[in-house]
């Protein structure tokens, strides 16, 4: 499974940002797919996830709570992150990840599959 972001760049707050993730490869096989972010030194933190078989409801991080919204388009294999109502503290480096195994849905180490990271700036 390959996966590739896109959609980070630069937003003042209170703005919005759309960040696409594209699948490639055994795509059929994937359980889970969701979005991390990180900040320098820090750990990846969960925000974001959709059940690819559409079994479980999509959640959210409650620090985006009712700001992020996570869809997936099966046909295109691709899940997007719309991002609303952006803080300087959403300011992080973005990946998506897919996931063929059960596990928690919002632990990092579930995810077998990384993107590359996308930069999402947002200035004050």
């Known amino acids: 499974v390959q996966l590739q972001a896109s959609g980070g760049g630069v937003v003042q707050a209170g703005g919005s940002l759309r960040l696409s993730c594209a699948g490639a490869?055994?795509?059929?096989?994937?359980?889970?797919m969701g979005w991390f972010r990180q900040y320098p030194g820090n750990e990846r933190e969960f925000v974001a996830v959709?059940?690819?078989?559409?079994?479980?409801?999509?959640h959210q991080a409650y620090s985006v709570k009712d700001r992020f919204t996570i869809t997936r388009d099966y046909a295109k294999s691709t899940v997007v992150l719309q991002m609303s109502s952006l803080k300087p503290g959403d300011t992080a480096v973005y990946y998506c990840?897919?996931?063929?195994?059960?596990?928690?849905?919002?632990?990092?180490?579930?995810?077998?599959?990384w993107g590359q990271g996308t930069l999402v700036t947002v200035s004050s």
């Open positions: 990840a897919a996931s063929r195994q059960r596990g928690s849905r919002l632990d990092r180490r579930t995810y077998e599959f």
């Open positions: 490869g055994r795509i059929d096989s994937i359980l889970y």
């Open positions: 959709v059940d690819w078989t559409g079994w479980a409801n999509p």
